[in-house]
């Protein structure tokens, strides 16, 4: 139980264009969600909070219109990444907390590499 | 503002034989929890074991177990009898009680030589 799926897995994209990362929970109800940034070799930096029917909470110095974060149901938080540009070439993981679970343990989806050309 | 520091950006070990990383974190907070994440080549996260701070003894999970010293504020993993499958990036991480963020370690990538 508690598999949190990412679609796509990759992604391409032209500059200037936009790019919508899915992120599921398949088998709980999430009412939480986080979106990270990773570079290569390096950690999780976490992008946002997602919760249920409410705007996304930012973390400092992520732009909140550059990164349109939405979570409509309990099992579906997108990540849209609005005008790309090479430089937001990056690996985007997203999380899900288990309602009613012990410790807020996160579940972690595989996710999506983007390469903006 | 909680900060996890993992000083060793690489480690490697022979197969078979006992490896440890090493983690140490900054806190003002009485209450909260302290992580290991695996990371291996596929990318997916991975929890190794989780370690709450008002339980003096020593989480294990099998061949990881953790060494948790609160007055020191370090927490490192133990794996013995490495394996081949432990080749990952090892993250450590912190979550103050009650709140939901995680704050990861810089990371450790752990190579296992046959």
């Known amino acids: 139980g508690a598999v949190v799926s990412q679609h796509p897995s990759r992604v391409i994209c032209k500059s200037g264009t936009s790019v919508k990362i899915e992120c599921r929970s398949l088998d709980f109800q999430a009412t939480t969600m986080f979106w990270y940034r990773q570079f290569p070799k390096q950690s999780l930096m976490l992008m946002a909070t997602?919760?249920?029917?409410?705007?996304?909470?930012?973390e400092q110095g992520v732009e909140k219109d550059k990164f349109l974060i939405n979570h409509a149901s309990l099992t579906l938080s997108t990540l849209t990444v609005t005008s790309a540009h090479p430089e937001d070439s990056s690996f985007y993981i997203c999380?899900?907390?288990?309602?009613?679970?012990?410790?807020?343990?996160?579940?972690f989806g595989p996710g999506t590499r983007l390469t903006v050309l | 503002a909680q900060t996890v520091t993992q000083s060793q950006p690489e480690m490697s070990v022979q197969e078979a034989e006992t490896v440890t990383l090493s983690c140490t974190y900054d806190t003002s907070e009485s209450d909260y929890y302290l992580f290991w994440y695996k990371q291996p080549p596929s990318r997916q996260m991975i929890l190794v074991i989780r370690q709450e701070a008002y339980k003096q003894q020593n989480a294990t999970e099998n061949r990881f177990s953790v060494n948790f010293q609160k007055a020191a504020k370090s927490f490192s993993l133990k794996i013995s009898d490495s394996q081949l499958g432990d080749a990952a990036m090892y993250f450590c991480a912190y979550r103050r009680g009650g709140a939901q963020k995680l704050v990861f370690g810089q990371g450790t990538r752990l190579t296992i030589n046959p």
């Open positions: 997602s919760n249920e029917g409410s705007k996304a909470t930012y």
């Open positions: 999380s899900a907390i288990l309602a009613g679970r012990a410790y807020n343990e996160q579940f």
